[in-house]
């Protein structure tokens, strides 16, 4: 099965938000929390990216790709870059893995390779 994760839709409006909100952007009304999950979509574009030459060791990579994607519904998200050469404007395809291993616990986020 694969990993999701997740945004929330106001139950009163339908604006989407990510990372959770404790009130909804858009109506300011939601003071309950009245948030239903929806997966974040797969696929979206690469607005800008940077690469990393210098990390902490438990990366164990020499360099790392990190984006900002808008995806298909509109937001926004951060997430690592599978990507040899990335170009701002391509389409790109994410999925949920694990992002960094440290030595008793692994994290996990977005991982971005072109579509
Ligand atoms: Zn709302």
Redo the contacts with the bound molecule.
């Keep these: 099965m694969a990993l999701e994760i997740y945004a929330y839709r106001?139950?009163?409006?339908?604006?989407v938000h990510y990372p959770y909100r404790m009130v909804?952007?858009?109506?300011?009304?939601?003071a309950h929390n009245e948030f239903d999950p929806v997966p974040l979509p797969r696929r979206g574009r690469l607005l800008t990216f940077t690469i990393l030459h210098t990390l902490p060791p438990d990366f164990n990579v020499a360099k790392l790709g990190l984006g900002i994607v808008e995806l298909e519904d509109g937001l926004r998200v951060t997430g690592q870059l599978d990507i040899a050469e990335p170009k701002a404007g391509m389409a790109v395809q994410g999925s949920v893995e694990v992002v960094r291993r440290g030595e008793y616990e692994k994290t996990h986020g977005l991982v971005f390779r072109k579509a």
């Design positions: 106001c139950r009163k409006c339908g604006a909804c952007r858009r109506c300011r009304q939601n």
